[in-house]
């Protein structure tokens, strides 16, 4: 079972991951919906994925912990996406945040080759 630094297990419940998000010291108020289970979202389709209630918590922790700003330009105030370098671990990038990178529209769109 792979292990986070926060050291919960993979498959930890919403409530252990919970806690370990907040004793790692990030600001997060627990949701009034439950997070998806890593099985549901790993199940759903990649736009009922955008849409979880899991991923836009994590989304905005991402956006959050960039200080809102691209990572590769540094632009702020402009639209911003957070990118998945793999999927590999969909449904917990919160336990592997090096997977994804925030990047403005046109960072986005040169790294997808556009
Ligand atoms: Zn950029
Ligand atoms: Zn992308």
């Not at 419940?13 to 806690?19: A, F, G, T």
């Not at 959050?64 to 671990?89: G, M, N, P």
Request: charged content about 35%.
């Amino acid at each position: 079972m792979a292990k986070s630094r926060f050291n919960v297990g993979y498959n930890a419940s919403r409530k252990q991951r919970e806690k370990a998000w907040e004793n790692s010291g990030r600001t997060f108020k627990p949701a009034k919906r439950r997070w998806e289970s890593p099985d549901e979202l790993r199940a759903m389709s990649y736009p009922g994925y955008l849409k979880s209630q899991y991923w836009r918590e994590n989304r905005y922790q991402f956006l959050k912990a960039a200080s809102f700003r691209c990572q590769k330009c540094r632009a702020k105030d402009v639209e911003l996406h957070v990118h998945h370098k793999t999927y590999e671990h969909r449904g917990c990038e919160w336990m592997f945040p090096k997977d994804v990178i925030v990047f403005c529209k046109e960072c986005h769109k040169k790294e997808h080759g556009q």
